[in-house]
């Protein structure tokens, strides 16, 4: 079971990882030109954050598999988990360029900072602060969305591993009561790294 | 020398600078006071083109601010404005605040950067603070920062725009002594301000907005010792 910890661990890291950088890109895509992006973009999070977890993943197995296109089941969760990610992010990342006062750009750029300059150095580290308790946030919730992978057939990771138990040898209670518990603590230790890395990272 | 010919400026329908002409010598101390809304501000941030402007011309030093071939940002690094509100960077250290635009637009070493903020820092009065994030400081210390922050860049001018306005009474005193300093150091300086009692001891020159128009301007001993205009007269009875 432990090794299902990992496989859980390592799929909702890689969501949240790449959940970031197409939550950036959504995020400058919505707010940039009415374009096509634009549109796409914001389709993207409309379904992202209004349909459940569980349709985006089987989506990503099923509907991509209709298509031809057959992926793994982990790549299908990988990926539900992932599309769900940035859709979410992308309103964090919108939300925390608001709260950061344009008054802060002008100062930049009377110091005679360029724009580029302005937001590496002024706005991204405020930014990067703004967004990052709601990143671990979004990171807990990747932890648990991982259990969806058994509706895809995954059994590698904690939910797959405890119900591959469970199917042997009829013991549901105990061994979904050690799962919840496993889970738990993953939660507990992921959000405990955060606090750690924020606490090196963030010392204003 | 700073030359502001004839300047129009509207956001949208609104026109809220409506033909201002004014001079600034090397050395010179114009106080600008007015209503609010009168477009004190907005004059400001035309001078260093943070705000564009719709017609006449403003020169710095015989460049021409709004002119397409004018690198504004080099042309910012020998104007220091500091506003109202702080502006600190709140994620830098008072040092590093004042140490970054130093670094990152004139190319200074770490330390000579450094050399120059501490000297700047100490200079407002701030040299036990430099390693201090701008949150634990008050209004009037973040108001300091702010000038010692613009100074560092060795500007030729200071646009001060009601530094002191946000401040609590008790801690005016502490930024206009500051400006007074600057001031007897032969800074050349526009200083937009409430503070009738400093613009008449400070100031060579005090201009007196209105609506969009400098209504008045002349020496301290006229426009705040015996104004001419009615408008004057209405306005400094309402701030003394
Ligand atoms: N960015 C802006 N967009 C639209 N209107 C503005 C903007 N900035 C200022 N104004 C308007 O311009 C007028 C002058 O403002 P301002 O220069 O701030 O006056 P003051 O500094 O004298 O109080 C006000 O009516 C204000 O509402
Ligand atoms: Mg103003």
């Given amino acids: 079971m432990l090794a299902g910890c990992i496989v859980t661990i390592e799929v909702a890291v890689l969501s949240i990882i790449i959940g970031i950088a197409f939550g950036v890109l959504l995020a400058l895509a919505r707010m940039g030109r009415k374009d096509v992006w634009s549109w796409v973009a914001n389709a993207w999070i409309e379904v992202a954050r209004n349909t459940p977890a569980l349709f985006q993943i089987y989506l990503a197995y099923f509907g991509l598999g209709s298509l031809g296109l057959h992926i793994s089941s982990f790549l299908a969760l990988l990926a539900g988990i992932t599309f769900n990610n940035a859709g979410y992010l992308a309103e964090t990342f919108r939300g925390g360029l608001r709260a950061i006062p344009g008054t802060q750009i002008r100062a930049a750029r009377s110091l005679g900072m360029t724009a580029g300059q302005g937001f590496r150095l002024v706005v991204l580290p405020q930014l990067i602060r703004v967004v990052y308790y709601p990143i671990t946030n979004q990171m807990i919730l990747a932890v648990l969305m991982t259990a969806l992978g058994l509706t895809v057939g995954l059994d590698s990771d904690l939910a797959g591993v405890t119900q591959r138990f469970n199917v042997l040898t009829y013991r549901t209670f105990e061994y979904f009561s050690v799962a919840a518990v496993l889970y738990y603590l993953v939660a507990k230790i992921l959000l405990a790294a955060a606090r750690l890395l924020a606490f090196r990272l963030f010392r204003y | ?240």
Wanted: proline share 4%; glycine share 8%.
């Fill in chain 2, 1 to 240: 020398m700073i030359e502001i010919e004839d300047v129009h400026k509207s956001f949208g329908l609104l026109e809220v600078i409506k033909g201002v002409t004014m001079n600034v010598a090397r050395g010179e101390v114009v106080s600008v006071i007015g209503g609010s809304g009168s477009g004190k501000s907005t004059l400001l941030m035309c001078v260093n083109g943070l705000e564009p402007i719709n017609s006449g011309r403003i020169l710095v030093d015989g460049t021409v601010v709004h002119a397409r071939e004018t690198d504004l940002n080099k042309l910012r690094t020998k104007i220091g404005i500091v506003f109202q509100q702080w502006n600190a960077f709140p994620h830098l250290t008072v040092l590093e605040n004042v140490m970054l635009a130093p670094r990152k637009v004139l190319g200074k070493s770490r330390q000579d950067a450094e050399a120059v903020a501490v000297e700047r820092l100490t200079h407002v009065g701030l040299a036990d603070k430099l390693k201090v994030y701008p949150s634990k400081l008050s209004g009037g210390q973040q108001q300091r920062m702010a000038i010692a922050r613009a100074l560092a860049m060795s500007p030729d001018y200071m646009l001060l725009d009601e530094v002191t306005s946000a401040l609590d009474p008790q801690l005016v005193g502490e930024v206009l002594d500051t400006l007074r300093l600057l001031s007897s150091e032969g800074m050349t300086m526009i200083v937009v301000t409430h503070e009738i009692r400093f613009a008449r001891d400070v100031s060579n020159r005090v201009a007196f907005f209105h609506q969009g128009r400098i209504h008045e301007i002349g020496p301290p001993e006229q426009v705040i010792g015996s104004p001419r205009q009615p408008e004057t007269m209405a306005f400094l009875k309402s701030v003394l």
